[in-house]
Nanobody, 126 residues
Framework: QVQLVESGGGLVQAGGSLRLSCAAS???????????MGWFRQAPGKECEFVAAINWSGDNTYGADSVKGRFTISRDNTKNTVYLQMNSLKPEDTAVYYCAADPRIATMTLNRSTYWGQGTQVTVSS
């Protein structure tokens, strides 16, 4: 069984901050630290897009141009959890945010992943 459970979404005003968390569990993630972790998002009427990814050790990260300087991805392998700190939020950041896991970080930068969470809604009001 594979589970990626996101939390931390909600409604925030433009300029505000949110911190998303994603907890991994199940046999597949018994060795959580071998997986690259990432975040994607899908806005209404738009395709799912890559947001950020972090390698297994946490010392290498990638981010979409649209979130660079505002969003920070991090992970705690002792807690099997990945985080997305979102600052200076804009209305265009409104979307369902999905946590994802894949053995290879390169896969995520190509907008793909092997494992997905159910998503958490982030709404930014103007």
């Amino acid at each position: 069984q594979v589970q990626l459970v996101e939390s931390g979404g909600g409604l925030v005003q433009a300029g505000g901050s949110l911190r998303l968390s994603c907890a991994a569990s199940g046999r597949t993630f018994s060795r959580f630290s071998i997986y690259a972790m990432g975040w994607f998002r899908q806005a209404p009427g738009k395709e799912c897009e890559f947001v950020a990814a972090i390698n297994w050790s946490g010392d290498n990260t990638y981010g979409a141009d649209s979130v660079k300087g505002r969003f920070t991805i991090s992970r705690d392998n002792t807690k099997n959890t990945v985080y997305l700190q979102m600052n200076s939020l804009k209305p265009e950041d409104t979307a369902v945010y999905y946590c994802a896991a894949d053995p290879r970080i390169a896969t995520m930068t190509l907008n793909r992943s092997t494992y997905w969470g159910q998503g958490t809604q982030v709404t930014v009001s103007s």
